[in-house]
Nanobody, 115 residues
Framework: VQLVESGGGLAQPGESLRLSCVAS????????MSWYRQAPGKERELVAT????????NYADTVKGRFTISRDNAENTVYLQMNSLKPEDTAVYYC?????????WGQGTQVTVSS
């Protein structure tokens, strides 16, 4: 199982970024996917989840209405569209899946929101 995130960077407050996570090594369309984030000095927190077919999504209250998780099963990719970014969104963002009770994580991509 391999998960590779990309799309992070520096954004000003109010701007948008789209993160991507390309998966390989497993049947992507059979598993739910999640995005997490970890800010400096804080615990890793769940941001959003999506079901295997993409029909069900859930969001942390802190990002609801601003972030959208989606997936393209033909491309083995899950996305996180982040709009109206705030400085408190600054963190390393990770995608994750769970297969046979084991969590698999990507290496993370840094998102920094600052003016």
């Amino acid at each position: 199982v391999q998960l590779v995130e990309s799309g992070g960077g520096l954004a000003q407050p109010g701007e948008s970024l789209r993160l991507s996570c390309v998966a390989s090594g497993f049947t992507f369309s059979s598993y739910g996917m999640s995005w997490y984030r970890q800010a400096p000095g804080k615990e890793r927190e769940l941001v959003a989840t999506i079901s295997n077919a993409g029909s069900s999504t859930n969001y942390a209250d802190t990002v609801k209405g601003r972030f959208t998780i989606s997936r393209d099963n033909a491309e083995n990719t899950v996305y996180l569209q982040m709009n109206s970014l705030k400085p408190e969104d600054t963190a390393v963002y990770y995608c994750k899946t769970r297969r046979w009770g084991i969590d698999y994580w990507g290496q993370g991509t840094q998102v920094t929101v600052s003016s």
